[in-house]
């Protein structure tokens, strides 16, 4: 009896197994083994871990969690169907299972072939003890039938599955160096792993390009002697980029760039460089000029020197700017690779070429130029022309409603100063806040709206739902732009008292969604009041003038307050000052609005 059960969970682990193998050659790309591990390991999962059919997944809708394969596992294992895994609480104590969990994940999936071999060794065991042997008689012939069969599969499965990944990173590699042959100078993509389907890997959208344009023949010749030229007159002033001596760089800008582990000091252009810079400038954009105000000259001076990936992401550079670099010199291949690293990208960089990318493509691309032959004599140098500013550190997108039409970026009264730069976007509705890809690498994201989407009357929508929707937009911003801070700027009281608690319920949630995520923060509005109506809530004492022009909209005053409290929460200022207000109320909203309705006078504007 004991032999019978203990073959029966054998025959039953050996499918187990077959499922498995049989999931990894589908959903396996074989240039990643590691990604044999997720589908086995989701797939014993669901066999020994309770299934939670109602959890609440991301997009809050209630519906199966799709980690679990439900469909798969009770079609091709009845018995062990999610539905009954109570009842036969046996699988959660399935030795075996559990072992092969054990084995799958410390083994990176190489465990799986000695499993089967195991398995296999005790099955023939059992076969030929004369008490097993016995005991399989016992067994229906359609079980039997299944356990020679899948005695005989899996191994050769294995085998299958090892030959069809060797085979496949062949064809990859001879593709690829034909690819190079025929095209030595195109740029093309060579996609080395297809952006998947299989539901086990996320798979972040790409919604760029890594470039923008590759143009040949930029540089004339006499150009190029003169660029030559000026580079061996400089020759002892390029400095090492790092204890590799991988490259040498040489910098020239109205701003010092802190480039990853240097910081180069800002030095003049010399006239070549601004020469060279007006031939490429032009072709970036007619609309748009490069506003260039740094060039970075990098020496390659053998086939060892390199860049590793990396992306031209600091803080300094202008949001909105393309980056170019002209090269001059031995042809380099430059490597593109976006975030999951399903695409990559390969691009040779020619003599007196110009290749042009976006700030705003750095977020979702990396590059670099990889190491080729170290005695290869060749001399690559690259001039890279940014558009940076400290004050960039600070930029911020304005994500508004009405309320903020008059909140303008540059310098002069009412506008967030030099030291703010940016863009506003209308947003009438929380609804309609732009996907992440469409936002940019700001480092402030400030959204001001909801007053609309509270008061609509075409599309009434619950205070819980417009939260749920704002914080998995923000949740999406975070995930895309992880180093970008999340403004959520109180909406402010209006003239209708029935909307103000609105107002107010509105503010507690988006308080204390800023306390669930490190990167969300709260502009603090509560100067205004609870209610536009109150007298101390809309009139500027100081000034003696209204701050508000109507039920809804804020006057000249107002919006000059109201473009402080934007500017402080972003120079950093009124974020601590804002949170310790909440925190030194006990976290109390309504303490806070008391301390501002009581307070003489609203903080001057400068
Ligand atoms: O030399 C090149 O073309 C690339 C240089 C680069 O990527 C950088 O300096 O960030
Ligand atoms: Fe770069």
């Known amino acids: 009896m ?109 465990g799986l072939s000695e499993k089967i071999e195991t398995l296999q060794q005790q099955i023939n065991e059992l076969m030929t003890s004369p008490h097993g042997h016995s005991s399989v008689k016992e067994i229906s012939p359609a079980m039997k039938a299944a356990l020679e069969s899948a005695t005989t599969v899996l191994p050769e499965s ?89 490259r040498e760089l040489l910098y020239f800008g109205d701003y010092s760039y802190r480039y990853p582990g240097k910081e180069l000091p800002a030095k003049k252009p010399p006239q070549i460089l601004m020469k060279l810079l007006d031939t490429v400038d032009p072709k970036t954009d007619e609309n748009r000029t490069l506003q260039a105000n740094s060039c970075l000259v990098t020496r390659y001076s053998s086939g060892g020197s390199h860049i590793p990936m990396h992306r031209d992401d600091e803080a300094v550079i202008d949001p909105e700017s393309h980056i170019l670099t002209v090269s001059l010199g031995v042809s380099r291949t430059m490597t593109f690779t976006n975030n999951d690293e399903s695409q990559v990208e390969t691009l040779c960089l020619e003599d007196c070429s110009l290749l042009v990318t976006s700030r705003f493509a750095q977020d979702f691309w990396k590059h670099g130029i990889l190491p080729e032959h170290e005695d290869m004599p060749s001399e690559r140098i690259s001039f890279t022309f940014r558009h940076i500013a400290p004050q960039f550190i600070n930029s911020t997108i304005l994500l508004g ?3 903020t039409a008059k909140v303008s970026f540059g310098t002069g009264q009412g506008t967030l100063g030099a030291w703010v730069p940016g863009k506003r976007v209308k947003v009438g509705h929380i609804e309609a806040l732009p996907d992440a890809k469409d936002i940019g690498p700001y480092r402030n994201i400030v959204i001001h709206t909801g007053i609309n989407s509270l008061t609509s009357r075409h599309q009434q929508r619950s205070d819980a739902f417009l939260i749920h929707t704002l914080e998995k937009k923000c949740i999406d911003y975070m995930r895309v732009y992880p180093r970008s801070k999340i403004h959520l700027s109180m909406l402010l009281p209006t003239r209708m008292r029935y909307l103000n608690d609105r107002v107010d319920g509105f503010n507690r949630a988006i308080i204390d969604m800023s306390y669930k995520h490190k990167n969300i923060r709260i502009i603090d509005n509560s100067i205004f009041g ?77």
Not at 50 to 55: T, V
């Open 401 to 403: 409603d009405s309320n």
């Open 530 to 606: 609870r209610n536009l109506s109150d007298a101390h809530g809309r009139w500027d004492v100081q000034d003696q003038r209204p701050l508000v022009s109507d039920c809804f909209h804020l006057g000249r005053n107002g919006i000059r307050i109201f473009a402080m409290n934007i500017k402080g929460a972003v120079i950093g200022k009124g974020v601590s000052q804002s949170r310790a207000r909440f925190n030194s109320s006990h976290g109390s909203y309504r303490a806070a609005f008391g301390r501002a309705r009581h307070q003489s006078a609203p903080v001057s504007v400068r």
């Open 158 to 246: 294995v085998a299958s599955i090892q030959a069809s990944l060797n085979s496949l990173n062949e064809q990859m590699s001879s593709l690829q160096s034909s690819f190079k042959q025929q095209n030595p100078h195109c740029h093309t993509p060579i996609s080395m792993k297809p952006n998947t389907v299989s539901p086990h890997t996320t798979v972040t959208e790409t919604p760029c390009k890594p470039y923008e344009s590759y143009e040949t023949h930029v540089v004339s010749q006499e150009l190029k002697t003169e660029l030559l030229e000026f580079i061996q007159g400089v020759s002892s002033e390029f400095v090492s980029a790092d204890s590799d001596n991988s």
């Open 2 to 110: 004991e032999t019978e059960v203990t073959h029966r969970r054998l025959t039953r682990d050996l499918k187990i197994l077959e499922l498995l193998l049989a999931r990894s050659v589908s959903a396996t790309p074989p240039w990643k083994e590691t990604q044999i591990v997720r589908p086995a390991v989701d797939i014993v999962d669901a066999l020994t871990t309770k299934p939670s059919y109602h959890s609440f997944n991301s997009s809050g809708n209630s519906t199966p969690n799709v980690s679990i394969q439900p469909p798969l596992v009770p079609q091709l294992l009845p018995e062990y169907s999610l539905r009954n895994a109570d009842q036969t609480s046996g699988v959660r104590s399935i030795p075996l299972v559990q072992s092969l969990k054990e084995a799958v994940k410390q083994t990176n999936g190489t």
